[in-house]
């Protein structure tokens, strides 16, 4: 059985870092792209960060770019997501997510981690 479990959210104030782990079992880590995703209140779901199965691609919302850095340690089956210069507007509940490979689609999901940003 796979399980995506999140953790390391929080209140932060504005201006402020939060790193979020999560940890993967059940699957084989390496052979998966890894990525976060979050949710605001009374919106959609949205991409925020992804890694490939090895770590040496990665890609980011616009919205995110140069604030958020995502890593991962395939020995610990881990994925990281180091959060920078908060804002307001990241408040949101952040998931973790799995896909094999080439695969488009994420098919495995954590439960999410709330991050909550006071100005």
């Known amino acids: 059985q796979v399980q995506l479990v999140e953790s390391g959210g929080g209140l932060v104030q504005a201006g402020g870092s939060l790193r979020l782990s999560c940890v993967a079992s059940g699957l084989t880590f390496s052979a998966y792209g890894m990525a976060w995703f979050r949710q605001a209140p009374g919106k959609e779901r949205v991409f925020a960060a992804a890694i490939s199965w090895g770590g040496s691609n990665t890609d980011y919302a616009d919205s995110v770019k140069g604030r958020f850095t995502i890593s991962r340690d395939n020995a610990k089956n881990m994925v990281y997501l180091q959060m920078n210069s908060l804002k307001p507007e990241d408040t949101a509940v952040y998931y973790c997510?799995?896909?094999?490979?080439?695969?488009?689609?994420?098919?495995?999901w954590g439960q999410g981690t709330q991050v909550t940003v006071s100005s």
């Open positions: 997510a799995a896909r094999y490979r080439f695969s488009d689609n994420y098919k495995y």
